[in-house]
Nanobody, 121 residues
């Protein structure tokens, strides 16, 4: 089973930046795709960004142009550089690893504790 550990969250003011990190351990497999989700109180977990090695990079419309995802295969790590943060970005952020399911991708790691990002106005 794949274990995930997120870090880098915090309390920032609107307009500031944060960089989240995630390390995956366990049976990740040879196909490399990792990404970030977030969940705000009272809302469903949503995909923020996904990086597919050799494939498409996906961003939620709400973060395009502000967030950048990157992956380090050697470290089994994924990062999320968040800039121009807004109060609506406030949420717990979770990472995961994906495998391909047909034309789509599905997370299969064990969800970690997440890292809290709070943006004040």
């Amino acid at each position: 089973q794949v274990q995930l550990m997120e870090s880098g969250g915090g309390l920032v003011q609107a307009g500031e930046s944060l960089r989240l990190s995630c390390i995956a351990s366990g049976s990740i497999g040879s196909f490399r795709a990792m990404g970030w989700y977030r969940q705000a109180p009272g809302k469903q977990r949503e995909l923020v960004a996904r990086f597919v090695d050799g494939g498409p990079t996906t961003y939620a419309d709400s973060v395009k142009g502000r967030f950048t995802i990157s992956m380090n295969n050697a470290k089994n790590a994924v990062y999320l550089q968040m800039s121009s943060l807004k109060p609506e970005d406030t949420a717990a952020y979770y990472c995961n690893v994906f495998h391909r399911v047909g034309a789509d991708y599905s997370p299969f790691g064990r969800w970690g504790q997440g890292t809290q990002v709070t943006v004040s106005s």
